[in-house]
Antibody
Framework: EVQLVESGGGLVQPGGSLRLSCAASGFTFSTYWMSWVRQAPGKGLEWVANIKEDGSEKYYGDSVKGRFTISRDNAKNSLDLQMNSLRAEDTAVYYC?????????WGQGTLVTVSS | DMQMTQSPSSLSASVGDRVTITCRASQSVNSYLNWYQQKPGKAPKLLIYATSSLQSGVPSRFSGSGSGTDFTLTISSLQPEDFAAYFCQQSYSFPLAFGQGTKVEIK
């Protein structure tokens, strides 16, 4: 069974940093592009970033470019999202998803709240 | 950047109804259009990819059609478990983009 389990969410002040992690199991992680997608409270879905199977290519949404960094460790079947210079508008549930352009599997999400 | 517009934003329907949701892209996405279902408090779930291909395990009452800029998700006979939000998403070009969602509610 495919499982994606996010962790690392919480309350952070504007301008602060947070690192999200996603533990993957039940599929061959190293053969999948991986992505982060977020959803602000009561709002729609927004693609954040994705990373190629071997980590050699990374793409970011315009709203997070230069502030967020996606990375992966295929030996540990894990995906990370380093978030810096956080803003109130980054408040959202962050989902880890398997797939680079089509999101085949999703985690349950982790809530990030940016507030003073 | 590509804009995805869904209509309607919400609809009320009864069990057994045929439901159609449309998605329009601001530029052609060829056939690179996906549909997701999201129930309250849950993660989205892939229903249809590449316009009309049903994801494994998805009931056949769901179908997708379209090409270029105009796409449709159809539920042939609405079931109680289908009351949810539905999102389209273009996978043609970066930045990837979702529609704003359509909420299907019980009439």
């Amino acid at each position: 069974e495919v499982q994606l389990v996010e962790s690392g969410g919480g309350l952070v002040q504007p301008g602060g940093s947070l690192r999200l992690s996603c533990a993957a199991s039940g599929f061959t992680f190293s053969t999948y592009w991986m992505s982060w997608v977020r959803q602000a409270p009561g709002k729609g879905l927004e693609w954040v970033a994705n990373i190629k199977e071997d980590g050699s290519e990374k793409y970011y949404g315009d709203s997070v470019k230069g502030r967020f960094t996606i990375s992966r460790d295929n030996a540990k079947n894990s995906l990370d999202l380093q978030m810096n210079s956080l803003r109130a508008e980054d408040t959202a549930v962050y989902y880890c998803a398997a797939g680079g352009r089509t999101f085949d599997y999703w985690g349950q999400g982790t809530l990030v709240t940016v507030s003073s | 950047d590509m804009q995805m517009t869904q209509s309607p934003s919400s609809l009320s329907a009864s069990v057994g109804d045929r439901v159609t949701i449309t998605c329009r892209a601001s530029q052609s996405v060829n056939s690179y259009l996906n549909w997701y279902q999201q129930k309250p408090g849950k993660a989205p779930k892939l229903l249809i990819y590449a316009t009309s291909s049903l994801q494994s395990g998805v009931p056949s009452r769901f179908s997708g059609s379209g090409s270029g800029t105009d796409f449709t998700l159809t539920i042939s006979s609405l079931q109680p478990e289908d009351f949810a939000a539905y999102f389209c998403q273009q996978s043609y070009s970066f930045p990837l983009a979702f529609g704003q969602g359509t909420k299907v509610e019980i009439k």
